[in-house]
């Protein structure tokens, strides 16, 4: 919430604002597109590549007044971090220290960060969640000279937004958003946190245009408050190669838009699943476009509605597609995390698995993933007729022939000949 608000306040005075988000993630970027007003993509050196990293970067500096990168966990936590970005880009770091019940220990901590690596150092930092404007001078006073304290935010309910098991409520569940980005951003700019940072140069080169491999091909992309995890940059490689595409919703549409392919991505199914199971029309159109040859792609919570039920975190037990045998069933706890890849004929698909549920199935998996921390296999990777199915999340842009394939059903063939 500190970088949505200082959007947020940077936008309210005017100035084009960009931001983006380390790794992984679908439920920030939603919050961020609201507070800035602009698109929000994903960096990440091993994910989306340090070629994308540098280029979307140089592409939002070019119009951009401000742009800011939201890190993930802490500055240095996982390989790679969002420290690595920042030593490749020449990013200036700003860590967000938890500073209630801190004293002059606060000067250590940022210290302390500032030394951990020799290509990587602060350029200032802001405390968060101080008691009193006399708790911010101590903080100042205790960080080394040549380190500011670029703002002391002190506690206000404006600063939480309420989260769930997979992460943040999503944007559009938020009752008031904008009404409480406005009063964060007050509370930043109170701290004293409006002022510009020094300028950055930030040049790439250009990303080779992807090849036209989905031309003619039209995807109905499942989009509702059950299925809404979609990376931007993935529907935008699938527009790039050429596809059209149509969103529909499978919580409250009747019938399934006309379409020659698939995909039902991530998302809170669990939440949904009474409604869902009600809404036969649709489950009964998208059992005929399976049982019609026409590809699918189902991703995690897209997985969970192809089983043939679903068990919900109150132990309630729901119709599902039954395109898969087996049920998914809400753990309570995780059970799946972390960086992962899968090797296609077309090419290594990178991205993540994050799950709270399992699965209860007998159907053997085609193939599975890599984890990218440990190099131990990871998803299960399902295929039933022209579905496939896991609870992996791919980054599309990272193989575009391999997410082409997954929409014109070539995905495990050696070559494709479409």
Same mark, same amino acid.
């Given at each position: 919430?500190?970088?949505?608000?200082?959007?947020?306040?940077?936008?309210?005075?005017?100035?084009?604002?960009?931001?983006?988000?380390?790794?992984?993630?679908?439920?920030?970027?939603?919050?961020?597109?609201?507070?800035?007003?602009?698109?929000?993509?994903?960096?990440?050196?091993?994910?989306?590549?340090?070629?994308?990293?540098?280029?979307?970067?140089?592409?939002a500096v070019r119009d951009a007044d401000l742009v800011l990168v939201e890190g993930s966990m802490g500055l240095f936590d996982g390989d790679p971090s969002s420290a690595d970005l920042a030593a490749a880009t020449g990013l200036p770091v700003v860590p967000v220290i938890e500073a209630a019940g801190m004293g002059q220990t606060f000067g250590a901590v940022a210290l302390g960060l500032d030394l951990y690596r020799d290509n990587v150092h602060l350029s200032g930092v802001i405390a968060n969640r101080t008691g009193s404007v006399g708790h911010g001078r101590m903080l100042a006073e205790a960080l080394p000279e040549r380190m500011p304290l670029l703002g002391a935010v002190q506690r206000n309910e404006a600063l939480h937004i309420p989260d769930r098991h997979l992460g943040l409520v999503q944007a559009g569940e938020v009752a008031d958003l904008d009404l409480q980005l406005d009063a964060a951003a007050e509370v930043l700019r109170e701290a004293g946190l409006e002022a510009l940072p020094a300028t950055v140069e930030l040049v790439a080169d250009p990303l080779p245009l992807p090849p036209r491999l989905l031309e003619g091909v039209r995807i109905a992309i499942a989009r509702d408050s059950a299925?809404?995890?979609?990376?931007?940059?993935?529907?935008?490689?699938l527009a790039a190669m050429g596809a059209e595409l149509v969103e529909f919703s499978p919580l409250?549409?009747?019938?399934?838009?006309?379409?020659?392919? +698939?995909?039902? #991505?991530? %998302?809170?199914?669990?939440? @949904?699943?009474?409604?869902?199971?009600?809404?036969?029309?649709? /489950?009964?159109?998208?059992?005929?476009?399976?049982?019609?040859g026409k590809p699918i792609l189902a991703e995690c919570g897209?997985?969970?509605?192809?089983?043939?039920?679903?068990?919900?975190?109150?132990?309630?037990?729901?119709?599902?597609?039954?395109?898969?045998?087996?049920?998914?069933?809400?753990a309570g706890k995780l059970t799946g995390l972390g960086l992962?890849? +899968?090797?296609? #004929?077309? %090419?290594?698909?990178?991205? @993540?698995?994050?799950?709270?549920?399992?699965?209860?199935?007998? /159907?053997?998996?085609?193939?599975?993933?890599?984890?990218?921390?440990?190099?131990?296999?990871?998803?299960?990777?399902?295929?039933?007729?022209?579905?496939?199915?896991?609870?992996?999340?791919?980054?599309?842009?990272?193989?575009?022939?391999?997410?082409?394939?997954?929409?014109r059903g070539t995905f495990f063939e050696e070559t494709d000949h479409a």
């Open positions: 919430m500190i970088t949505a608000a200082l959007a947020r306040l940077h936008r309210n005075a005017g100035r084009h604002v960009r931001v983006f988000k380390y790794g992984p993630d679908y439920l920030d970027p939603m919050v961020l597109e609201r507070a800035s007003g602009n698109p929000v993509y994903q960096l990440h050196p091993w994910m989306t590549g340090m070629a994308e990293c540098r280029w979307r970067l140089a592409e299925f809404a995890f979609i990376y931007r940059a993935n529907v935008e490689l409250a549409d009747q019938a399934l838009p006309e379409c020659d392919a +698939l995909w039902l #991505p991530g %998302g809170y199914p669990e939440l @949904h699943a009474r409604q869902f199971a009600d809404n036969l029309p649709m /489950l009964l159109a998208m059992r005929a476009h399976h049982a019609e897209g997985l969970m509605a192809c089983m043939e039920a679903l068990v919900d975190g109150d132990g309630h037990a729901h119709r599902m597609l039954g395109l898969l045998p087996g049920r998914a069933v809400m992962q890849s +899968l090797a296609t #004929p077309h %090419g290594e698909l990178r991205g @993540h698995t994050f799950h709270h549920s399992r699965l209860e199935t007998e /159907l053997e998996p085609v193939a599975r993933t890599v984890r990218n921390r440990t190099g131990t296999a990871g998803e299960a990777v399902y295929r039933q007729g022209s579905l496939t199915a896991s609870y992996y999340h791919a980054y599309f842009p990272s193989a575009p022939a391999a997410a082409a394939a997954l929409f």
